[in-house]
Each structure stands twice: as C-alpha cells, then as structure tokens.
C-alpha cells in the first residue's frame, strides 16, 4: 500500500534559515463552454500606484475556475468605469455576456474603497454592484471576494477564491540535507505563510472545519507524531505521539475529533481522538492495513484504505459521536487500486486516488451509484482535497521527476497547475470556508 510505504520510506530517512518559495498557476486546459466575460481595469485616482490590481486578480480569479473565459485587454472596446460610460452595443460585439467595472478611491482616514458593478450585456443591466472597504493588506483578499460575488451571481453557486490551501515544501540543500516547510497561501497561491520549518518530513496536513487550526504529522523528534496548530499565531500541541506510526489526521465536522492512524497495538488501524479529554477510541480491527481515514460532512460516517480485501479498497463505516454505530462496507469495486478518499462538501461523492499498474491517477465516485470517473492523465498522482464548493480538486503529482501541485475541475473538464520556484511540493489540503 502506497501510504504505509511512504511512512516507513520517511521513518528511514529519519533515522539516517527559511527562504520563502514562489507559486505561479498556469492554466493547462480551460473548460469547454466557458461563459465569455469581460473584466475591465478599474479606476485609480489616488496618486501612488495600488499595492495590487484588484481587476487583474478578479479577472485570474474567474479564468481559474475555468467556468469563465476572460477577455483579453487588447480585445477589450473601451475602458469604462461606470455603467454610465458603457456602449452595450460595443460589448456585445465581443461576444462577451458579462461585463465587470470598477473604481478603487483613497478612503478617508486611510485605506481604500473598492466599488465595482457586474453588469448583463446582452439584456443592458446592471446585474449587482457593491462597494467594499479594504486597507492596503486587504485589497487583495477583497479582490477575492468580489470574484466570489461575481462567481455566485452567475453560476448560482456560491465562489471559493476567499480561501487557503496549505502544502508541505521539500528542498535539498547543495549539503544534501533536506529542509522540509508546512506552508499556507491563498486559493491562488499568493501570500504564502510558513508556518513549520523542520530537517524532518512533515506529512498530511488537515484544516480544521473553521479554517483556523492545522493538524500534521511531523517526524521532528525522529518518529512520528501528531500536532495540532494555530495558523495565525503558530500555537501548537502534539496530541499523538504512540509506539510506532502515527499518521493520517482528519478533523470530525463538529471539530471535537481526530481521526488517525496508528499502529500502537501493532496493526496500522483506525482510531479517534477526542480532543478535549483526549481519550482514544479505536474503530477498526482487522490483520489488514487500515488508514487514511476521512469524515463525512454530516459526521455520521467514516471513510477509510483498507487492503482487508486483497487490495486497497475504500471501505465506509457508521459513526455516532464519534464512536462505531456499525460494520464497515466496501465501497470500491472498479479498479485494482482505490485509497486516499475525501468526501465531497455535499457528502455525495469521493475524490480518491485510482491506480492500475504503477500509474495513479485521481477519480472521482459517486457514492450512490458506485460511478468512478478518472480525470486526470498524470502517472503519480496523490492526494486529493475538494474545494469547499466542489468544484474543484486540487491534488498533488510529479512531472519531470518533481512534485508540483495540480487542481483538476470535479466534471474534469478543465486543469490548472500550480508551479514551484524549486523543490518539490506535496501534501495539499483545501481550506473550509472561514469561521
């Protein structure tokens, strides 16, 4: 089983400054029939130029999604700032059906407003319009939330660029010794955050469901251990430290929850952690190799690898407050290989990771009919993490010998990936919306 492997691969390694890395996205394959949209740059009349240029970020923001597809600037008529300036005739000459324009003015007592209207260019109205206040620290964020508003308003369904993604860095120094960082940034991979570094492997990162703690497995005393930590203020406790593996912690809906790995009484099995009294409580019992454990949105399942079956398969298990309520079933028949399941924020679907042969790729099941649908291409894939929204699945892989991160659309139809300035980049999670 991959995971196991990969634990004991860093339990070997580990017996035998921090300059911050740089994220670019790069759009692979846009989503056929993304809806035209036209994003115009928005005023400025203050007289030093803006820390950020909010369109610009709007107009990545809603390309990213790749359920819109952004006017060039050189295709653009005209430059309006206000509905008042808008040749409607004009746009619809580009075939653009949205149109997005925008003010940012100096605010009194310091700061800025952000103003901007979303307007329907084939029916000539205005669609919605707001006006945000933001200091220079914020203005990107609340470019962020404008595509948010923007997304939602279009396509019905609420937008997840206001959000964070953290990821685990490697690097080898010209010494040969390896420099390991937890890190956090935006959903676009900006304002990136280091909030571990460590010489030893830091694996799984998992956010808590208000978005505001971490729980990882760091090897830093030279064996695994389970820590929980602040993301603002780096406050951090190890909550599992047990003989022999400790790995694989997912968050319960409620917060109250770990659930993990670990192999104290010999066999990697599935236990849950409650964290206030810290009692553990045991879920599995199987000769098998159980782990990656993950929670249904409403809390009333457990999804879990287990090779109790000959292969990795994803079994699911009832849970009531955070204690067994049933056996565990297989959910996963399609394939050799199926490990690494996360639910969808719906609880109607699992991205997981599917192999055949030495080729894994991620997929995605709909758990009533059993459907697996394979959307990526890739050889050696790991990792999946919805997006808070379900639209997207960010995920991990390897090109060209190097890990990079990759997010794939849930329908598959369109693929962005996330480029790193050096080193390799693993481990991703997708934030829950903030609490």
């Not at 990213?64 to 005739?89: E, K, M």
């Not at 470019?143 to 953290?166: C, M, P, V, W």
């Not at 955050?193 to 492997?201: A, D, E, F, M, N």
């Not at 697996?372 to 790991?382: A, G, I």
């Amino acid at each position: 089983m991959r995971t196991i492997l990969r634990i004991l691969l860093v339990a070997a390694l580990c017996s035998t400054g921090t300059a911050q890395a740089v994220l670019n996205i790069e759009i692979t394959e846009g989503m056929e029939g993304a809806l035209p949209v036209a994003v115009v740059p928005f005023a400025w009349t203050g007289a030093t130029p803006l820390p950020h240029d909010v369109a610009a970020v709007v107009s990545a923001d809603l390309a990213r999604s790749g359920r819109f597809a952004p006017l060039a600037l050189d295709r653009l008529p005209a430059r309006p700032t206000q509905t008042a300036q808008v040749d409607y005739a004009a746009w619809r000459g580009t075939g653009a059906e949205s149109l997005v324009i925008g003010r940012v003015r100096p605010r009194e007592g310091g700061g800025f407003m952000v103003e901007f209207q979303l307007l329907d260019v084939p029916r000539s109205q205005q669609l919605l319009g707001y006006s945000i206040p933001a200091t220079a620290n914020q203005l990107r964020r609340v470019a962020h939330q404008i595509s948010d508003i923007i997304y939602e308003k279009l396509t019905g369904e609420r937008g997840a660029f206001d959000t964070n993604i953290s990821y685990v860095t490697e690097e080898r120094g010209a010494d040969g010794k390896r420099t390991y960082r937890l890190a956090v940034a935006d959903s676009d991979a900006y304002n990136e955050q280091i909030i571990l570094t460590s010489s030893q492997p830091i694996m799984s990162p998992a956010w808590s469901p208000d978005g505001r703690r971490l729980a990882y497995v760091s090897f830093e005393e030279g064996r695994s251990g389970v820590y929980v930590q602040e993301v603002a203020s780096g406050k951090r406790e190890k909550v599992a430290s047990y003989q022999g593996i400790n790995s694989a912690p997912a968050w319960s809906p409620d917060g109250r929850h770990l659930a993990l790995t670990l192999s104290r009484d010999g066999n990697p099995e599935v236990y849950v952690l409650e964290l206030a009294s810290s009692r553990l409580t045991r879920v599995t019992e199987n000769w098998a190799i159980d782990t990656e454990p993950a929670w249904s949105p409403d809390g009333r399942a457990l999804v879990f690898t287990s090779d109790r079956g000959g292969r990795p398969q994803i079994y699911r298990l009832p849970m009531s407050g955070g204690m067994p309520a049933g056996s565990p079933e297989r959910l996963t028949f399609e394939g050799a290989y199926n490990a690494r399941a996360r639910y969808s924020p719906d609880g109607r679907r699992l991205a997981l990771l599917t192999g055949e042969g030495n080729r894994f790729r991620i997929g995605v099941m709909d758990i009533e009919t059993g459907n697996l649908r394979v959307l990526t291409e890739s050889r050696l894939d790991e990792s999946p993490s919805f997006s808070p929204n379900g639209a997207m699945i960010i995920y991990a892989t390897e090109i060209r010998g190097r890990g990079v991160l990759e997010a794939v659309a849930a329908d598959g139809r369109a693929h962005q990936r996330l480029g790193l300035s050096r080193g390799d980049v693993r481990e991703p999670a997708w934030s829950p919306y903030f609490k």
